[in-house]
Structure formats: structure tokens, C-alpha cells
């Protein structure tokens, strides 16, 4: 080996020699920034995250790791320094190596000098490290893959174009394997073995595996067997064409040593994706895709042997890679929770075959049957418990939920091993329950946050008329009381202090209530602000119906009107994760929530009670009038125009406690939110179609909140740490910052213009008559000169609308002009000047020459 390195610095030297590695670099970086800004959309997208950035990358690869590879052995042969490679005393396998390892270094100094990139997105918010470092680390491993590729073709002829062209179409297969598109025509042919065969090898699959932030040695074994095969193959290439002589002359045993070579690649590739077990490192910041501490010990906690059984129609599901790849994924996360049990949990597939036993056990059991596009049978992908007679099943595993596939998990091997569903009671005269509202006999369908409750809990609805709280009650679920009977406050007010857990949630402007409609006026006989009757001050929590909290800082923008630019508004308040408690596990690691109309809480100077916020509004917020925020409906940003701050944070949800009396008595356990609309389907959820069937998916962790209060409250205080590890939004902040700047700034001059514009119109107002301007008054200099202020201060309400975002527009200009022609610029400055100082040692080695 100690040729080698020698070998090496030949090779990197050769790349340098010439402008080819700075040309691969320098067009490298301008097509990979290029693509992420302009076609990933990443500073548009306002995540701090390199995702878009990998997922592009293999595309940028195509077109030029050919390129950087076409030349290494072609070169070698066309201009016969192949003789001379061929005379050293170093076997073959050697000198592929070298080049392999020279142009490896290139391409991943390339990749690595795109790091600007990730300063950028650290300047602008707070990513992941973990997962970009993983994703550098993957992208390095398909470039040694795909440069294996390209150096084993440019063996293959003189002729650079048709080695490039070759290995581009080679690579482009790679990158296919795993489409739909690409494989049917394969699946027309094969058996299905041989398609699942094609489709382990795509490059693609195996990126996005590790640039989600999870380590899997099968993916790099992967690109380890892809690149080690193709490097052999290299070696049997040169050792055909040894000493120079055309291919053909030498090719006589090159077939079979080539099939050889291929089912010896094709089967380790295959028992590497399928018998070996999955080892892996999440790297992740949160450690999203490993068995949190509250899965071990539900896990520990499992008294009876468990049955996890997987229904899943593989022969239905192959025309669809995102259930097959998932499917595999379910199996590994379930193989983990049965390895971590010591034999109590067990993990059984089915394939729930049209027309079979497995079908009608499948059906009995709850898992749903979809259609699918194509017309074909029926797909199956549900999970079923069950442990000592008891059944729970989840009837379909919805792909895109899969951050919340280990809290299902724990939660259905959880709930298998009650012997009853703990019993939560929902008081309240609003439309949550749907078809269940005993006041509005099924007006209207049930709140998702209601249906999803109702799966893992004994759930019903009560009318707060005539009041009976079960004495199993587990949890009391008291949602906007308004004039209720005092018979019903009593027997709150006794569950509450005799130790019963219960979450109240009140509103100061409760957009449910029956008979109201949002942007309507509001019948004088209908209330909208909640009345506890004189239990709030017996506990000691304020609360003023009549006051709504605004928060500019928070302040959600909407859009009203597809033609108006979109506009904040401060009674819609989207709280971020720095505005919740993070020691409390009912708010801590929750992503974002939104509140609509709250009101403020806090404790009063005499209260028995302690009180821990849960979420607080910004310390940029003040209060409102109820009235007053409804009449600004539809127009809700002039409630932003005169703004002034109280300088202080609103308390929206708390817990208020007391421990048990040592006189004897019992304590008290009370989360009060005060908003209802929060939990109402258009805050939080979006309904999407999924083969027929109705997906709902998150948009904010409103839901979460709320289960996490309800399983805290009932005792699950292990499911709470597992529901929150969901996807973690990281904000660009910096933009944030600035957008709100520039708001606050065109706020203080759309004021200033609309009271200019306000005085312009009333001296205008002055000089009509009959509320026009007459005639022989329109050549009036007066009129004139306010005309012309009325027609120059819209003007420059229009200039300062267009202006809004231009600050946050030039940021992101300046950030795209860096990373895209920032360091391209710097290494060709670099280059020129160490070209100019070798020009210069140059000519004075010649003025020396010519002296002596």
C-alpha cells in the first residue's frame, strides 16, 4: 500500500492541474443553491431546514457527477498513459482506488463547501443540526456510489460524450428504481420478487431514509455494496483491456465473470434490506424516531401477554411504494416495542386476502377496507391488540401521521390493558358532539377533537339542565357555562372540591354558540361570554367575560378576500412554543396553537388556589371589549392601528391546584383555558380525501393540548411525554422579527395617512352641496390643492402597502445572492489569484534563467 498515496496525490493533483475540479465545484454550488431557492423554495418556506436542499441534490448529481467522472480511465486510454499505469508495480484494484478516492474528494468538497447554507439557516432560526449534519453524511455516501458508477463506464471507451451519456442514464435508473412509473413496466414482466428487488436499489429511497435524521447502517451498507460492486467491476475492466488493447480482444470471459458479479451484488443487496436486523442512531434533536421513556414503561407496566397483529394487503398495496416502505417501518417500530418487553408483547402479519378467513377476522375486528383508484380489491393497513379478551384496533395507518406512530402504538397497548376506558363527561350547550348535542338533536356533525376523544375514552355529553355526574367519573370536561341552573354549578362546584379532576374551558366572544354567526350582528338576546356564576371568585380565578386579549405580536394573518392582500389579526392569536410552559407536560415540546377570542386569566389576591400558566399571550398585548372586538370582524387589522401595549403577558390557560388539607378535606386539580373556539375544526385541523375516505390532518397542536390536559387529568401522565414528539416547526425568526417590524411600522403610517386622508375629506366635505361639488368651484385652488392631497396620500397608502414586505423581500435576495454566488465568486477569486502568483514565479524563474 505504500504506492497508494502517491497513487492519491497523483490523481488529486491531476483534478486540480486543470480547471476541471474548480468548474465541477463552482457549478456544483450554483446549481445546488440555485435549485433549493428557486425550485425548493426554502427561503419562501420560512423552515430552518436543509430538507429541500437533499431532496434536490441527487438531481444536481445526475447532471454533473458524469461529468466529473467521464474522464478518468477514457483519458488514460485516449492519450495512452494507460501504458504507463500498467508498468507500475501496483496491482489494479490500487489504482482504481486512487482515482475513485481523488474524485470522491472532490465531489464531497464541493458538497461540504456548501456550508454557508446552513449558516445561513442557523442565522435565520434554530434547525436541527443532528439532521442536516446526517443528511451531509448520506449525500456523501450516494456520491461515492454514483462516482463508482461513472468511473467503472469511463473504462469502457475512449469517448468522453458516450461515457457521460452512459453513466447518466446508469444513474438516472438508480434514481427511478423506487417510482411507481418506472416499475410497471417491470412488474409486467417479473414476479413481484424481482420488482421489490429493483426497487431496494433506488437511491433515493435510501437519501431520504437518512435525511430524515435516522442512521440506518442497511442505507449505508447500500451505498457501501453499490459503490465496492461497481469499483470491481472497474478492476475486471481494466484488467479486459489490459495494456491498452481494444475491449473485444479481451472479452471472452468477461460475460460470465459479469453475471457473477451481478447476482453476487444483486443477493447481498437483497439480504442486507431484508435479513439484516435494523440498526440504528436517531439523531434527531427531539429523538422523534426512537421508544421515548413513557413507551418503556408502558411497556413495563403491561400486566397480561399482548397480540399486535399488522393487517396489510401487500399485493394490493405494491403499486404504492409510500404504503409498502411504510408498512416495513410500522413492522421495525412494532419489532422494537416486542424486543423491549422480555415476551410480553408479541407481533403477528396477516395478509388479509380477498374472500378469506383473514378478510372477515380483519372486518370483525375494525380494520377499514379502501378502495382503491385503480379499481382493484380492497387495501388493508390497519393494527388490532389484543390481550385478555380485550380488542382495541386502529382501522387505518395513515402514512403522513407517522410522527405520531409510536403514541397510537403505546396508546393501543395501553388502552388493551384497562379493564375500562376511563370516563370522561362533557358538560356544555354547544354543538361538540354533533348527532350526541342534547340540545341541538344533530344539527350539525361532531367536533374532530370530540371523535378522537370519544376513540380512546368513554366520552358523553350531558346537558348542564338537570346535571347528574356519574360517580365514575374520571374526568370532568365543562365547556362554556351560560346562565346555567344553580343546581349545576353546585354539583360542579362539589365534584371539583372533593378532589375530582376537571378542565373548564371559558370565552369571552364563543363563536359556537347557537345562533351566532361569525361577521353577524349578535341578537340582543344571546350571550357570548361565559358565566361561571359565583364559582370563579370561590376558587379564586378572575376571569372578565366582557374583555378579549389581543396580541399583535402573535396576531395570526388571514385572509378575508382572495383579491386583499392578507391581514393580521390580534384577536386570532397563533401562540408559538416559546409562549407555553415547557416544564408542564401538557404544553411542553407542542408546536403551535391558536386561540380565537380568549380572554385572560389570573388569580385573585385571596385565592386558595396556586396557579400555573400553561400559555401566555406576548407582553405586545392589551385588552378589549368583547363588543368592540366584534364589530371589528371584518376588518380585524384596524384593531392593530392605535395599538397600545399593556407591557405585559396574558395568562390564557393555567392550572389551578391545591393540595389536600392536612385537616382533612381533599385537593384540588383544575386546568382552565379560557377559550372554547380553540378546539373547534377550523382552527386546527384540515380535511384532506384519501381514497374515499376522510383524513384530518393537524395544522396546529390544539388537539394535542387538549389530549394532553384530558390524559394528564385521567392519570396517563406516560402518553404525554410520547404525543408531543410529533414534527417540530422551526420558523425562520429572524424574518419574523423583521416582518413584524415593517407591520408595526406601516400600521404607525397607515394611521398617520388615514387621519391625514380623514382631514382632506372633510375640508372636501366642506365646499359640496347637495354632496357635490358644484360646478363653478372645481377650478377652485382650494378644491384643487385637496384633490390633490387626497389623490397624493392614496398614493402613498398604496406605496407603503407595496413596500410591506420589502424589507423581509431584500433580506431574502441578500441571502440567496450569498449562498448561490458567494463562494463560487470566492474560489474564483482564489484561483485567479494563485494563477497570477504562479504566472509571476513563473516569468521570474525566466528572468533568472536569462540572467545567468
Same mark, same amino acid.
Given at each position: 500500500?505504500?504506492?497508494?498515496?502517491?497513487?492519491?496525490?497523483?490523481?488529486?493533483?491531476?483534478?486540480?492541474?486543470?480547471?476541471?475540479?474548480?468548474?465541477?465545484?463552482?457549478?456544483?454550488?450554483?446549481?445546488?443553491?440555485?435549485?433549493?431557492?428557486?425550485?425548493?423554495?426554502?427561503?419562501?418556506?420560512?423552515?430552518?431546514?436543509?430538507?429541500?436542499?437533499? !431532496?434536490?441534490?441527487?438531481?444536481?448529481?445526475?447532471?454533473?457527477?458524469?461529468?466529473?467522472?467521464?474522464?478518468?480511465?477514457?483519458?488514460?486510454? =485516449?492519450?495512452?498513459? +494507460?501504458?504507463?499505469?500498467?508498468?507500475?508495480?501496483?496491482?489494479?484494484?490500487?489504482?482504481?482506488?486512487?482515482?475513485?478516492?481523488?474524485?470522491?474528494?472532490?465531489?464531497?468538497?464541493?458538497?461540504?463547501?456548501?456550508?454557508?447554507?446552513?449558516?445561513?439557516?442557523?442565522?435565520?432560526?434554530?434547525?436541527?443540526?443532528?439532521?442536516?449534519?446526517?443528511?451531509?453524511?448520506?449525500?456523501?455516501?450516494?456520491?461515492?456510489?454514483?462516482?463508482? +458508477?461513472?468511473?467503472?463506464?469511463?473504462?469502457?471507451?475512449?469517448?468522453?460524450?458516450?461515457?457521460?451519456?452512459?453513466?447518466?442514464?446508469?444513474?438516472?435508473?438508480?434514481?427511478?428504481?423506487?417510482?411507481?412509473?418506472?416499475?410497471?413496466?417491470?412488474?409486467?414482466?417479473?414476479?413481484?420478487?424481482?420488482?421489490?428487488?429493483?426497487?431496494?436499489?433506488?437511491?433515493?429511497?435510501?437519501?431520504?431514509?437518512?435525511?430524515?435524521?435516522?442512521?440506518?447502517?442497511?442505507?449505508?451498507?447500500?451505498?457501501?455494496?453499490?459503490?465496492?460492486?461497481?469499483?470491481?467491476?472497474?478492476?475486471?475492466?481494466?484488467?479486459?483491456?489490459?495494456?491498452?488493447?481494444?475491449?473485444?480482444?479481451?472479452?471472452?470471459?468477461?460475460?460470465?465473470?459479469?453475471?457473477?458479479?451481478?447476482?453476487?451484488?444483486?443477493?447481498?443487496?437483497?439480504?442486507?434490506?431484508?435479513?439484516?436486523?435494523?440498526?440504528?442512531?436517531?439523531?434527531?434533536?427531539?429523538?422523534?424516531?426512537?421508544?421515548?421513556?413513557?413507551?418503556?414503561?408502558?411497556?413495563?407496566?403491561?400486566?397480561?401477554?399482548?397480540?399486535?397483529?399488522?393487517?396489510?394487503?401487500?399485493?394490493?398495496?405494491?403499486?404504492?411504494?409510500?404504503?409498502?416502505?411504510?408498512?416495513?417501518?410500522?413492522?421495525?417500530?412494532?419489532?422494537?416495542?416486542?424486543?423491549?418487553?422480555?415476551? =410480553? +408483547?408479541?407481533?403477528?402479519?396477516?395478509?388479509?386476502?380477498?374472500?378469506?378467513?383473514?378478510?372477515?377476522?380483519?372486518?370483525?375486528?375494525?380494520?377499514?377496507?379502501?378502495?382503491?383508484?385503480?379499481?382493484?380489491?380492497?387495501?388493508?393497513?390497519?393494527?388490532?391488540?389484543?390481550?385478555?379478551? =380485550?380488542?382495541?384496533?386502529?382501522?387505518? +395507518?395513515?402514512?403522513?401521521?407517522?410522527?405520531?406512530?409510536?403514541?397510537?402504538?403505546?396508546?393501543?397497548?395501553?388502552?388493551?390493558?384497562?379493564?375500562?376506558?376511563?370516563?370522561?363527561?362533557?358538560?356544555?350547550?354547544?354543538?361538540?358532539?354533533?348527532?350526541?348535542?342534547?340540545?341541538?338533536?344533530?344539527?350539525?356533525?361532531?367536533?374532530?377533537?370530540?371523535?378522537?376523544?370519544?376513540?380512546?375514552?368513554?366520552?358523553?355529553?350531558?346537558?348542564?339542565?338537570?346535571?347528574?355526574?356519574?360517580?365514575?367519573?374520571?374526568?370532568?370536561?365543562?365547556?362554556?357555562?351560560?346562565?346555567?341552573?344553580?343546581?349545576?354549578?353546585?354539583?360542579?362546584?362539589?365534584?371539583?372540591?372533593?378532589?375530582?379532576?376537571?378542565?373548564?374551558?371559558?370565552?369571552?366572544?364563543?363563536?359556537?354558540?347557537?345562533?351566532?354567526?361569525?361577521?353577524?350582528?349578535?341578537?340582543?338576546?344571546?350571550?357570548?361570554?361565559?358565566?361561571?356564576?359565583?364559582?370563579?371568585?370561590?376558587?379564586?380565578?378572575?376571569?372578565?367575560?366582557?374583555?378579549?386579549?389581543?396580541?399583535?405580536?402573535?396576531?395570526?394573518?388571514?385572509?378575508?378576500?382572495?383579491?386583499?392582500?392578507?391581514?393580521?389579526?390580534?384577536?386570532?392569536?397563533?401562540?408559538?412554543?416559546?409562549?407555553?410552559?415547557?416544564?408542564?407536560?401538557?404544553?411542553?415540546?407542542?408546536?403551535?396553537?391558536?386561540?380565537?377570542?380568549?380572554?385572560?386569566?389570573?388569580?385573585?389576591?385571596?385565592?386558595?388556589?396556586?396557579?400555573?400558566?400553561?400559555?401566555?399571550?406576548?407582553?405586545?398585548?392589551?385588552?378589549?371589549?368583547?363588543?368592540?372586538?366584534?364589530?371589528?370582524?371584518?376588518?380585524?387589522?384596524?384593531?392593530?392601528?392605535?395599538?397600545?401595549?399593556?407591557?405585559?403577558?396574558?395568562?390564557?390557560?393555567?392550572?389551578?391546584?391545591?393540595?389536600?388539607?392536612?385537616?382533612?378535606?381533599?385537593?384540588?386539580?383544575?386546568?382552565?383555558?379560557?377559550?372554547?373556539?380553540?378546539?373547534?375544526? =377550523?382552527?386546527?385541523?384540515?380535511?384532506?380525501?384519501?381514497?374515499?375516505?376522510?383524513?384530518?390532518?393537524?395544522?396546529?397542536?390544539?388537539?394535542?393540548?387538549?389530549?394532553?390536559?384530558?390524559?394528564?387529568?385521567?392519570?396517563?401522565?406516560?402518553?404525554?411525554?410520547?404525543?408531543?414528539?410529533?414534527?417540530?416547526?422551526?420558523?425562520?425568526?429572524?424574518?419574523?422579527?423583521?416582518?413584524?417590524?415593517?407591520?408595526?411600522?406601516?400600521?404607525?403610517?397607515?394611521? !398617520?395617512?388615514?387621519?391625514?386622508?380623514?382631514?382632506?375629506?372633510?375640508?372636501?366635505?366642506?365646499?359640496?352641496?347637495?354632496?357635490?361639488?358644484?360646478?363653478?368651484?372645481?377650478?377652485?385652488?382650494?378644491?384643487?390643492?385637496?384633490?390633490?392631497?387626497?389623490?397624493?396620500?392614496?398614493?402613498?397608502?398604496?406605496?407603503?402597502?407595496?413596500?410591506?414586505?420589502?424589507?423581509?423581500?431584500?433580506?431574502?435576495?441578500?441571502?440567496?445572492?450569498?449562498?448561490?454566488?458567494?463562494?463560487?465568486?470566492?474560489?474564483?477569486?482564489?484561483?485567479?489569484?494563485?494563477?497570477?502568483?504562479?504566472?509571476?514565479?513563473?516569468?521570474?524563474?525566466?528572468?533568472?534563467?536569462?540572467?545567468?
Amino acid at each position: 500500500m505504500s504506492a497508494f498515496p502517491a497513487l492519491v496525490r497523483r490523481e488529486w493533483r491531476a483534478y486540480w492541474r486543470t480547471p476541471l475540479a474548480l468548474v465541477y465545484v463552482v457549478i456544483f454550488l450554483l446549481l445546488s443553491n440555485s435549485f433549493v431557492f428557486y425550485l425548493g423554495d426554502l427561503f419562501e418556506a420560512g423552515q430552518a431546514g436543509m430538507q429541500s436542499y437533499f !431532496r434536490l441534490l441527487p438531481w444536481v448529481c445526475l447532471l454533473l457527477v458524469p461529468a466529473l467522472s467521464m474522464r478518468a480511465w477514457s483519458e488514460e486510454f =485516449r492519450s495512452g498513459t +494507460i501504458e504507463l499505469l500498467d508498468a507500475l508495480p501496483v496491482p489494479p484494484w490500487q489504482t482504481v482506488l486512487a482515482k475513485f478516492a481523488a474524485a470522491w474528494g472532490v465531489a464531497v468538497s464541493a458538497l461540504l463547501l456548501s456550508f454557508p447554507l446552513w449558516l445561513s439557516l442557523s442565522w435565520l432560526g434554530d434547525p436541527d443540526h443532528g439532521v442536516i449534519a446526517l443528511g451531509y453524511v448520506g449525500a456523501a455516501a450516494m456520491l461515492a456510489a454514483m462516482l463508482a +458508477i461513472g468511473l467503472c463506464l469511463s473504462a469502457l471507451s475512449e469517448n468522453q460524450l458516450v461515457v457521460y451519456i452512459l453513466s447518466a442514464l446508469l444513474i438516472l435508473l438508480y434514481l427511478l428504481a423506487g417510482y411507481p412509473l418506472a416499475l410497471n413496466p417491470v412488474r409486467e414482466l417479473f414476479p413481484q420478487s424481482v420488482v421489490d428487488l429493483i426497487a431496494s436499489l433506488s437511491m433515493l429511497t435510501h437519501l431520504q431514509s437518512v435525511t430524515r435524521g435516522v442512521l440506518d447502517l442497511r442505507d449505508l451498507l447500500y451505498f457501501a455494496i453499490t459503490a465496492a460492486f461497481w469499483l470491481g467491476a472497474n478492476v475486471l475492466l481494466l484488467q479486459a483491456r489490459k495494456g491498452g488493447l481494444p475491449l473485444w480482444k479481451r472479452a471472452a470471459l468477461l460475460p460470465l465473470a459479469a453475471v457473477a458479479s451481478v447476482v453476487c451484488y444483486l443477493a447481498l443487496a437483497f439480504a442486507v434490506q431484508t435479513l439484516l436486523p435494523p440498526l440504528r442512531v436517531d439523531l434527531t434533536e427531539n429523538r422523534l424516531f426512537s421508544l421515548s421513556e413513557g413507551s418503556r414503561r408502558i411497556i413495563a407496566a403491561t400486566r397480561e401477554p399482548v397480540t399486535l397483529t399488522l393487517y396489510y394487503s401487500e399485493k394490493e398495496a405494491r403499486p404504492y411504494p409510500q404504503f409498502r416502505q411504510y408498512a416495513d417501518r410500522v413492522s421495525e417500530k412494532i419489532g422494537e416495542y416486542a424486543a423491549q418487553s422480555g415476551g =410480553r +408483547i408479541r407481533f403477528e402479519a396477516v395478509d388479509p386476502e380477498p374472500y378469506s378467513a383473514a378478510e372477515d377476522r380483519a372486518i370483525g375486528k375494525g380494520i377499514l377496507a379502501i378502495p382503491l383508484e385503480d379499481g382493484s380489491g380492497p387495501l388493508y393497513f390497519g393494527l388490532t391488540a389484543d390481550s385478555g379478551g =380485550r380488542n382495541q384496533s386502529i382501522g387505518f +395507518i395513515k402514512p403522513e401521521a407517522e410522527q405520531h406512530l409510536e403514541y397510537e402504538l403505546s396508546k393501543l397497548i395501553q388502552s388493551v390493558q384497562r379493564q375500562e376506558r376511563p370516563k370522561v363527561v362533557l358538560v356544555s350547550d354547544l354543538p361538540v358532539s354533533g348527532e350526541g348535542n342534547p340540545l341541538q338533536g344533530g344539527s350539525s356533525p361532531a367536533w374532530v377533537v370530540y371523535r378522537q376523544l370519544s376513540e380512546r375514552y368513554q366520552l358523553s355529553h350531558l346537558s348542564p339542565q338537570g346535571l347528574r355526574i356519574p360517580e365514575d367519573t374520571d374526568v370532568l370536561w365543562i365547556m362554556h357555562p351560560r346562565q346555567w341552573p344553580a343546581e349545576t354549578l353546585a354539583r360542579i362546584r362539589d365534584f371539583v372540591e372533593s378532589g375530582g379532576h376537571a378542565v373548564l374551558l371559558l370565552d369571552p366572544d364563543a363563536e359556537s354558540v347557537p345562533g351566532f354567526r361569525l361577521g353577524s350582528p349578535v341578537p340582543a338576546d344571546l350571550y357570548l361570554g361565559s358565566d361561571f356564576g359565583g364559582l370563579l371568585r370561590r376558587w379564586g380565578i378572575g376571569f372578565d367575560p366582557g374583555q378579549v386579549v389581543l396580541d399583535s405580536k402573535y396576531a395570526w394573518l388571514m385572509q378575508l378576500d382572495e383579491n386583499q392582500f392578507p391581514k393580521r389579526n390580534p384577536g386570532l392569536i397563533s401562540l408559538p412554543a416559546e409562549a407555553m410552559n415547557q416544564r408542564d407536560p401538557v404544553t411542553a415540546d407542542l408546536d403551535r396553537i391558536v386561540l380565537s377570542g380568549a380572554g385572560a386569566l389570573s388569580v385573585l389576591d385571596d385565592s386558595p388556589l396556586r396557579i400555573e400558566p400553561l400559555l401566555q399571550s406576548s407582553d405586545s398585548s392589551r385588552l378589549i371589549a368583547a363588543d368592540a372586538y366584534r364589530q371589528a370582524a371584518a376588518d380585524p387589522e384596524r384593531l392593530l392601528n392605535r395599538f397600545v401595549s399593556a407591557q405585559e403577558p396574558f395568562v390564557l390557560a393555567a392550572r389551578f391546584s391545591r393540595d389536600k388539607p392536612a385537616a382533612g378535606g381533599a385537593g384540588i386539580n383544575l386546568i382552565v383555558i379560557a377559550d372554547t373556539d380553540f378546539l373547534s375544526d =377550523r382552527l386546527w385541523v384540515v380535511e384532506n380525501n384519501l381514497f374515499g375516505q376522510p383524513v384530518f390532518s393537524a395544522q396546529a397542536s390544539n388537539g394535542d393540548f387538549f389530549f394532553n390536559a384530558i390524559d394528564q387529568l385521567s392519570g396517563s401522565d406516560d402518553l404525554i411525554s410520547i404525543r408531543s414528539r410529533g414534527s417540530v416547526s422551526r420558523p425562520f425568526d429572524k424574518v419574523d422579527r423583521i416582518r413584524r417590524a415593517a407591520e408595526q411600522a406601516y400600521r404607525e403610517s397607515q394611521t !398617520r395617512l388615514l387621519a391625514e386622508l380623514d382631514t382632506v375629506q372633510a375640508g372636501i366635505n366642506g365646499l359640496q352641496v347637495d354632496g357635490r361639488i358644484p360646478e363653478n368651484r372645481l377650478n377652485d385652488a382650494d378644491y384643487r390643492a385637496l384633490a390633490a392631497d387626497k389623490v397624493r396620500l392614496r398614493q402613498e397608502l398604496r406605496r407603503i402597502q407595496r413596500e410591506l414586505n420589502a424589507d423581509v423581500e431584500r433580506l431574502g435576495q441578500r441571502v440567496k445572492a450569498v449562498n448561490i454566488f458567494g463562494m463560487p465568486l470566492l474560489l474564483l477569486a482564489i484561483a485567479a489569484v494563485l494563477a497570477w502568483r504562479r504566472r509571476n514565479q513563473k516569468d521570474f524563474s525566466r528572468i533568472g534563467h536569462g540572467a545567468l
